[in-house]
């Protein structure tokens, strides 16, 4: 396979320009124009065409498109396998929401080893939407995140829910928690809906984050109000309080793989692993 007449293509789909696709890829435009006649020579037609206002694709080319992400995805996969290969018989690499990796991680690669102990695991904590594009482009097999892009050639599907509670430095109950000093946690837009709606009140607050490692430093430093994890709270109990009267916030968790892969048996036990303990959470 000649993965860079590939990468070149999707590079100049995505681009529509044969001077940008050639800075990116740190190679001449006359080497961008070679890679994509050669394409166009094995198919004996043209994928893009050229004018005034820019490179636009042909009808062939947009027909192209999903398969060459797909042989694209494809070689990285064949690549990592590859390269990796030693005593152990497989390589997975997976993606998990950095909230959850917080809590779970070490709990969850320990059950994957206990079922899967062939298995060679890579591990990365990321936020959803560079899980989404990293799945796509086959740079990682399976991840665990809040927010789906539903991208035609991935598998999503819910696997269980984290909670965020309401702490606080100064008050026990949502009376007294005060605009001025409240850090809004931002985590997904599902949260932020779900926290509109609730606490349409403190949904402008001046300070806010998106990693709940980040919101309990804030609030070890600075004091005030916001929403973490239940063991988020539990970890800081001694210097914050639980705001009973407040509602719980319920986060959605999916897996996500390729359609390809969503069936396998070694993708279904990492799944299985962490919807066992998203259940004890």
């Known amino acids: 396979m000649q993965v860079d007449l590939i990468e070149t293509f999707l590079d100049l789909m995505e681009t529509r320009s044969f001077n940008r696709t050639a800075e ?3 190679i001449t435009q006359s080497t961008v124009s070679h890679r994509v006649k050669a394409l ?8 893009f065409t050229r004018n005034k206002g820019g490179t636009l694709p042909t009808a062939a080319g947009l027909r ?4 060459a992400k797909a042989l694209q995805n494809q ?4 690549t990592r396998a590859v390269a990796s290969a030693g005593a152990l018989e497989r390589s997975m690499r997976l993606g998990i929401q950095h909230d959850l990796a917080e809590t779970i991680a070490g709990r969850w690669v320990a059950a994957i080893r206990r079922d899967l102990p062939t298995t060679e695991i890579y591990m990365e904590a990321d936020y959803s939407n560079q899980m989404n594009r990293d799945l796509a482009a086959g740079e990682l097999d399976l991840a665990v995140l809040y927010t789906p892009h539903f991208l035609p050639d991935l598998h999503y599907e819910r ?5 965020y509670v309401l702490v606080s430095t100064d008050t026990h109950d949502l009376a007294g ?9 931002s985590y997904s837009p599902a949260f932020d809906r779900a926290h509109r709606l609730a606490l349409p009140h403190l949904s402008a607050a001046t300070l806010s984050a998106g990693q709940n490692m980040a919101v309990m430093d804030l609030l070890r430093t600075l004091g005030g109000a916001a929403y973490v994890t239940q063991a988020t709270a539990d970890q800081i109990s001694d ?8 509602p719980v916030i319920p986060q959605t968790v999916y897996a996500a793989t390729s359609l390809r892969t969503r069936h396998a048996h070694q993708h279904r036990k990492i799944i299985g692993a962490m919807e066992g303990l998203l259940v004890e959470l």
């Not at 166009?40 to 994928?47: I, M, P, S």
């Not at 696997?159 to 909670?163: A, P, S």
């Not at 210097?239 to 407040?246: G, L, T």
């Open 24 to 26: 990116r890829l740190n």
């Open 40 to 47: 166009e020579a094995q198919f004996n037609r043209k994928l």
């Open 64 to 67: 192209f498109l999903d398969y």
């Open 75 to 78: 070689w990285h996969e064949a």
């Open 159 to 163: 696997i269980g829910e984290l909670h």
């Open 177 to 185: 928690v005060r605009p001025e000093t409240y850090i809004r946690s």
């Open 239 to 246: 210097r914050v309080a639980v705001v009973a009267d407040a």
